[in-house]
């Protein structure tokens, strides 16, 4: 049996591209020459309270799971994320009707379904990949997994390099006795920052390749920052592992069981590549649109999703869901379905969020935007909401604000990014950008629900036996850890 979630993403396209219909009723206004426009609501009209569903379904992912026990989201995440999601959706439908409409469906067309898609065709790709062999949890060992991972991590995405690696980390450390320090690591640099460099890399990253930004840009803006920072960490983690190690006695235990490594499922890479490749089409290809209820959506993008699922489909018929090879490898679709779940509402609830900031000056925010000069507030103001916000919405958030702050619209972004316009405030917004794009992705590994990986890697640690820390426990070993991290970057990058 395929996917029930692939069964979901692949009707939710086919039903958007069979109701492209008039929305003269949803949101429409007339034009001089008679013809129909669309457009949202103005984020000038709402009011700061209409984020509070937003809020409301951020914390409860937070604290619930504290309340009642740490499988809450797993068994009740869809649950909730649907109740926070209808607070917010019935009485905006009510009062702004077509426009809220048109609002919903802009960012589920857009935003959601490529951003849902995306993160189900690595991870199902990954998870036909296993890593076999005997491997023993020495120092040398763990950093070169960790190394590995944040050097592939933006090339076959955070949420892949996640699932192909964490497995086999955490069965050739079976003997030790600490290792939560890994899965903390690990999550720093595989889940996280290592997917600095292009868009397959992090979600936040993908979010902006939607929005204009050229795939190649984050490789070469955010190199400096992601080498800086790597180095430190896996040098750190490498003392700190070395220390845990000698304190367990410094010896690796011989079972006389020496089976070489090896790679099976390799032929998973073909379909790896054939995401990769429908990715860089998506940016490439001549942006013939289609409307889709009115939104205005991309053949280009259209094609990028129908091709991410046929490779995650190709990957199931080829390795089975109920193949030795995915049942050795523990795979199942509960970390993915949990994540679909949950954002749903996120970005459901995002969408007031976004407009005040996007209206500037203009909405409720102003007094925030006002602050925001300088692009290291941005970096800092942007992490620590992507610590407890998710980076990806988050990143969505500041990516508007900057745009607004700046009197700029997305139909810009493409030609200051490739220097085609160089302006001063052109040049304002490269800055502002990088600064964005650094907090939303580092800052996301703060805490559990930084990044969507996150969440995928506790849960299959905790599968595997390994007690991992609380939420605020997961915090501790961030603030004290990556903060100060933090600090230097914004130091010896952002003040200049």
Known sequence: MKSKLACCIILCVILALTLSVSMDSFGADETQNGEATHHGVDGAKLPIWSIIPFVGILLS???????????????????????????????????????????????????????????????TVAGGILVRGTLRGTPVVNTLLLLFGTVI??????????MLLIRP??????????????IVFFIFLVSNIGGSLTPIGDPPLFLGFLRGVPFFWTTTALLPHMLFISVIL????????????????????????????RVDGLFNLVFLLGIIGAVLMSGSVEQLKVSILGIEVAWGSISRDLIIIVMGLLSLQFTPFSGELRQTNEFSWEPIEEVAKVFAGIFMTIIPALAILKAGEKGALAGLIGAMQEPFHYFWTTGILSSFLDNAPTYLTFFNTALGKLHLTEADVPMILTGQLTEQHHLDFIKLLISISVGAVFMGACTYIGNAPNFMVKAIAEQSGIRMPSFFGYMLWSVVILFPLFVIVTFVFLLK
């Open 61 to 123: 992912i937070a604290i619930l799971p504290l309340v009642f026990d740490s499988h809450f989201l797993v068994h009740h995440g869809g649950k909730m994320s649907l109740v926070w999601a209808l607070v917010f959706a019935i009485p905006y439908l009510a009062v702004f009707k077509g426009e809220a409409f048109y609002d919903i469906l802009h960012i589920y067309l857009l935003d959601y379904i490529p951003f849902i898609i995306l993160l189900w065709g690595l991870f």
């Open 234 to 261: 896996i040098a750190l983690f490498f003392i700190i592992d070395t220390f845990f190690f000698k304190r367990e006695g410094g010896t690796v235990p011989d079972d006389g069981v020496k089976e070489p490594l």
């Open 169 to 182: 980390l955490i069965r050739a450390n079976e003997y030790r006795k600490n290792k939560v320090h890994l």
């Open 153 to 162: 991590a933006s090339w076959v995405g955070t949420t892949g390099a996640s």
